[in-house]
């Protein structure tokens, strides 16, 4: 892969193969950030299931400690007084049938899907549009919910789903690189014991086998799976 002269440049300074703690990789990433935005603090997560298995499938949600820095675009499916908590927990787009259809149309203005139990036989049409990019509402995501005033005002805040892509990594944001480093910290290590606790009954082995870490457009840095966060948490960043 070509890479451009930034890049290569605060490349020079880090190790491919030789780990580094995760608070002293979350300093240098912020460190060595070059792009005119707000790159966000990237983790890809190597974990040792086998993601053909139905069962050894990792998902789950978190809630970030201190957000992903990211407010995303939320869309409900609901109607009556459910439709109303959507509206007032913040939802960007609330409806029922008539939102159905717009989204069948090829409209997708939109991150998040949530849907109402009741609304699920007319929002299962748009399992063609929303499946491939993984917009579909699924009770396992906690997306199909009675609760709606809560997830969406979860999700405003930072609520996250994890799950493992064909080859069993998980790839996942854990903020921005203008956070404060003690803030990703606390996100990195809320984010990992949640991994750990969804981890199958039937994984076998070491679970998690490597996590690489790296803002958008900058280079990756292993992370040194001994060494926990917390130990170095307070330093100045």
């Not at 780990?19 to 890809?44: C, N, R, T, Y």
């Not at 929303?130 to 809560?150: F, Q």
């Not at 956070?179 to 990195?188: G, I, P, Q, T, V």
């Amino acid at each position: 892969m070509k890479r451009g002269k930034n890049y290569i440049e605060k490349a020079k300074d880090r190790s491919r193969t030789v780990p580094v703690s995760p608070f002293s990789a979350i300093k240098w990433i912020k460190e060595h950030s070059f792009a005119k935005f707000d790159e966000s603090v990237d983790l890809s997560i190597n974990l040792g299931v086998d993601p053909k298995k139905a069962d050894q499938i990792v998902r789950g949600t978190i809630v970030l400690p201190n957000g992903s820095g990211k407010v995303p675009k939320i869309l409900v499916f609901a109607q009556g007084e459910k439709a109303a908590e959507a509206k007032n927990a913040g939802a960007d787009y609330v409806g029922g049938d008539d939102l159905v259809e717009k989204v069948s149309g090829g409209w997708l203005d939109f991150d998040i899907c949530i849907s109402t139990p009741d609304m699920m036989k007319s929002v299962g049409k748009l399992g063609k549009v929303l499946g491939p990019r993984k917009l579909m509402p699924n009770p396992k995501s906690g997306t199909v919910t009675m609760e709606i005033e809560k997830t969406v005002r979860e999700i405003k805040k930072g609520r996250l789903e994890f799950r493992t892509d064909k080859y069993g990594v998980i790839h996942i944001s854990i903020g921005r690189v203008s956070f404060d480093a003690n803030k990703l910290a606390e996100n990195y290590s809320a984010l990992i014991d949640a991994i750990i606790k969804a981890k199958p009954s039937t994984a076998k082995g070491k679970y998690i086998k490597s996590i690489y870490m790296s803002s958008t457009m900058g280079p990756s840095l292993k992370i040194d799976l001994n060494k926990s966060v917390e130990s170095e948490m307070g330093e100045v960043a």
